[in-house]
């Protein structure tokens, strides 16, 4: 038996030897240090921006600041991962064991981006990495922002900067039960009691007071509900929900704005004829700069009718995206004036800051009032790449346009779609139909891809219009821009909603009905009832 033993292990004993020797040997290299600096390509300035390090074995790596702030984001989630560094407009640098290294960097949505590759010896080393800007939104009038944040207050003056976000509106309360009050059972440590805004310099500013109602538990039990966001309100809110009707009239009588998470939970359907939602996230936190998870989010809610793209059974990113859109235009379509918004839950997912936002058009210099006044009605386009610019009859999103009795509206609708990725489509849609498409773009100029809008379209009832664009992100992963609506509103020809989206909806209300019968309030489960009625009534008008 000893023989045996001695035997065997005669031959993995060297081995061992071995691995220790190269791990002293390891142990004992010194490391090499990457100094580093980010510059604007046309100012050679330092500028702040994100920073990934990753080793060629595919381990991500963190960075500091050399003399200025630098925040590290080391999120997981399933298979996928976000690790980055944010950057104040300082060099930075890195210690890391000898190897070769790829480089990239980002500063939001309109600088292109910058991937290097390094090889790093012992001792010291140096980079400088330019980024390009490709487009200027600021300067045509365009402002940025992002309602679903989870980072904390003092990360944020970097962030915004690093991803050049003019406005955050940080989720400081968050609640998950049915029996808890923001004020008092906050998921937030940071509560924020006071209401004045943040400026981090004149075009960025952070307003601090904005509660998440993300209800998955009911008497200490699982019981998912779903999520509403009040944003912009004045001192914290010490209601529970559901009912939800009491928490808006709070939020209504401080000016806030309501903004709804996902089209998808289980209370969403309810929430726009109840609460009289102001916002739908059409780009919202299941839609990351990393790999789609989310195939199997509430698959039950996805109708047949929709006919969203699947792959093995499972719902695909693009998928996702479609249901969205076709969720809001069903919504648009009954008449329910909702504006988009965009979230990520950066803090919580594996994304970036501000990597779906929503841009806000202003007529002059940018201030707070304006653009969250702008964000309630629409005069926005979201977007998770591309960039979107187009008027109807030289009006710009969320407006109307009135017509005489027996007439048809032309509408010229003029722009631009702009994109660092090839432009896969720009398409015109009327009531939640493409009336019109024009041909992608796979050609750049200088790094951009451009396709110029300008085409006539006939409204012969009363409609909303709107643009939408796809581009191809790598391994071709969808990206989008999509405008608010404009409304043509004819007299004696109202918009009807379509019996298939009403059939939809009503029956997403009833059968929540259900579900929550027995383990909501009765005053919660009437909420529901009352949503259900509403859809049944737009069902007698419907065509």
Same mark, same amino acid.
């Given at each position: 038996?000893?023989?045996?033993?001695?035997?065997?292990?005669?031959?993995?004993?060297?081995?061992?030897?071995?691995?220790?020797?190269?791990?002293?040997?390891?142990?004992?290299?010194?490391?090499?240090?990457?100094?580093?600096?980010?510059?604007?390509?046309?100012?050679?300035?330092?500028?702040?921006?994100?920073?990934?390090?990753?080793?060629?074995?595919?381990?991500?790596?963190?960075?500091?600041?050399?003399?200025?702030?630098?925040?590290?984001?080391?999120?997981?989630?399933?298979?996928?991962?976000?690790?980055?560094?944010?950057?104040?407009?300082?060099?930075?640098?890195?210690?890391?064991?000898?190897?070769?290294?790829?480089?990239?960097?980002?500063?939001?949505?309109?600088?292109?981006?910058?991937?290097?590759?390094?090889?790093?010896?012992?001792?010291?080393?140096?980079?400088?990495?330019?980024?390009?800007?490709?487009?200027?939104?600021?300067?045509?009038?365009?402002?940025?922002?992002?309602?679903?944040?989870?980072?904390?207050?003092?990360?944020?003056?970097?962030?915004?900067?690093?991803?050049?976000?003019?406005?955050?509106?940080?989720?400081?309360?968050?609640?998950?039960?049915?029996?808890?009050?923001?004020?008092?059972?906050?998921?937030?440590?940071?509560?924020?009691?006071?209401?004045?805004?943040?400026?981090?310099?004149?075009?960025?500013?952070?307003?601090?007071?904005?509660?998440?109602?993300?209800?998955?538990?009911?008497?200490? +039990?699982?019981?998912?509900?779903?999520?509403?966001?009040?944003?912009?309100?004045?001192?914290?809110?010490?209601?529970?929900?559901?009912?939800?009707?009491?928490?808006?009239?709070?939020?209504?009588?401080?000016?806030?704005?309501?903004?709804?998470?996902?089209?998808?939970?289980?209370?969403?359907?309810?929430?726009?004829?109840?609460?009289?939602?102001?916002?739908?996230?059409?780009?919202?936190?299941?839609?990351?700069?990393?790999?789609?998870?989310?195939?199997?989010?509430?698959?039950?809610?996805?109708?047949?009718?929709?006919?969203? +793209?699947?792959?093995?059974?499972?719902?695909?990113?693009?998928?996702?995206?479609?249901?969205?859109?076709?969720?809001?235009?069903?919504?648009?379509?009954?008449?329910?004036?909702?504006?988009?918004?965009?979230?990520?839950?950066?803090?919580?997912?594996?994304?970036?800051?501000?990597?779906?936002?929503?841009?806000?058009?202003?007529?002059? +210099?940018?201030?707070?009032?304006?653009?969250?006044?702008?964000?309630?009605?629409?005069?926005?386009?979201?977007?998770?790449?591309?960039?979107?610019?187009?008027?109807?009859?030289?009006?710009?999103?969320?407006?109307?346009?009135?017509?005489?009795?027996?007439?048809?509206?032309?509408?010229?609708?003029?722009?631009?779609?702009?994109?660092?990725?090839?432009?896969?489509?720009?398409?015109?849609?009327?009531?939640?139909?493409?009336?019109?498409?024009?041909?992608?773009?796979?050609?750049?100029?200088?790094?951009?891809?451009?396709?110029?809008?300008?085409?006539?379209?006939?409204?012969?009832?009363?409609?909303?219009?709107?643009?939408?664009?796809?581009?191809?992100?790598?391994?071709?992963?969808?990206?989008?821009?999509?405008?608010?609506?404009?409304?043509?509103?004819?007299?004696?020809?109202?918009?009807?909603?379509?019996?298939?989206?009403?059939?939809?909806?009503?029956?997403?209300?009833?059968?929540?009905?259900?579900?929550?019968?027995?383990?909501?309030?009765?005053?919660?489960?009437?909420?529901?009832?009352?949503?259900?009625?509403?859809?049944?009534?737009?069902?007698?008008?419907?065509?």
């Amino acid at each position: 038996m000893a023989t045996r033993f001695c035997s065997r292990h005669s031959i993995w004993f060297p081995s061992i030897v071995a691995f220790f020797i190269s791990l002293q040997a390891l142990s004992a290299q010194t490391p090499a240090t990457l100094h580093g600096r980010i510059i604007d390509a046309d100012t050679r300035q330092l500028i702040p921006a994100r920073l990934y390090l990753e080793s060629d074995s595919g381990e991500f790596h963190l960075a500091q600041s050399v003399g200025g702030a630098a925040v590290p984001y080391e999120k997981r989630r399933r298979e996928v991962e976000e690790v980055h560094t944010s950057l104040s407009a300082h060099p930075f640098e890195a210690s890391l064991p000898p190897g070769t290294y790829h480089l990239t960097v980002e500063r939001g949505k309109e600088y292109l981006p910058n991937t290097q590759t390094i090889t790093l010896e012992e001792g010291e080393t140096s980079i400088t990495i330019p980024l390009k800007r490709w487009i200027n939104m600021n300067d045509a009038g365009w402002f940025s922002g992002e309602t679903h944040v989870h980072r904390p207050l003092s990360e944020l003056r970097t962030l915004m900067l690093c991803e050049e976000l003019n406005v955050a509106l940080p989720l400081t309360a968050w609640v998950r039960g049915a029996e808890d009050s923001p004020l008092k059972n906050n998921l937030n440590p940071e509560l924020v009691l006071n209401r004045d805004l943040i400026e981090v310099d004149p075009t960025h500013v952070i307003w601090p007071l904005n509660t998440e109602y993300e209800i998955t538990e009911v008497a200490g +039990e699982r019981h998912p509900l779903g999520a509403l966001f009040i944003l912009n309100h004045k001192k914290p809110l010490d209601l529970s929900a559901p009912p939800v009707g009491p928490v808006v009239k709070e939020a209504r009588k401080q000016g806030a704005i309501l903004d709804l998470d996902k089209h998808n939970w289980p209370w969403s359907m309810m929430l726009v004829p109840t609460a009289g939602v102001n916002l739908f996230q059409l780009t919202n936190n299941h839609l990351w700069r990393a790999d789609f998870v989310f195939s199997s989010f509430f698959p039950d809610y996805v109708p047949e009718y929709m006919d969203v +793209e699947h792959e093995d059974g499972l719902i695909t990113e693009r998928g996702w995206i479609d249901y969205g859109f076709q969720t809001y235009y069903a919504l648009l379509n009954c008449g329910f004036d909702i504006m988009p918004s965009a979230g990520t839950a950066s803090g919580v997912h594996p994304v970036p800051f501000g990597f779906g936002r929503v841009y806000v058009k202003l007529d002059g +210099e940018f201030d707070y009032d304006s653009w969250i006044d702008g964000l309630k009605k629409g005069y926005s386009f979201v977007t998770t790449s591309p960039m979107l610019n187009v008027t109807y009859n030289g009006q710009g999103p969320g407006k109307r346009i009135s017509g005489s009795d027996g007439k048809a509206v032309k509408v010229r609708i003029q722009g631009w779609v702009r994109s660092p990725d090839p432009i896969d489509s720009v398409e015109i849609i009327q009531n939640g139909d493409v009336v019109h498409t024009l041909p992608g773009v796979g050609t750049a100029e200088a790094g951009v891809y451009s396709q110029e809008i300008d085409l006539w379209i006939e409204v012969t009832d009363s409609s909303w219009l709107a643009v939408r664009s796809f581009a191809q992100w790598k391994n071709n992963r969808p990206r989008f821009a999509h405008s608010a609506p404009v409304f043509v509103d004819l007299p004696g020809k109202s918009l009807r909603p379509r019996t298939v989206e009403v059939e939809y909806l009503l029956k997403r209300a009833e059968e929540e009905i259900t579900r929550h019968t027995g383990v909501l309030s009765k005053d919660a489960v009437d909420e529901f009832r009352a949503a259900a009625e509403t859809y049944r009534e737009l069902l007698e008008i419907a065509r």
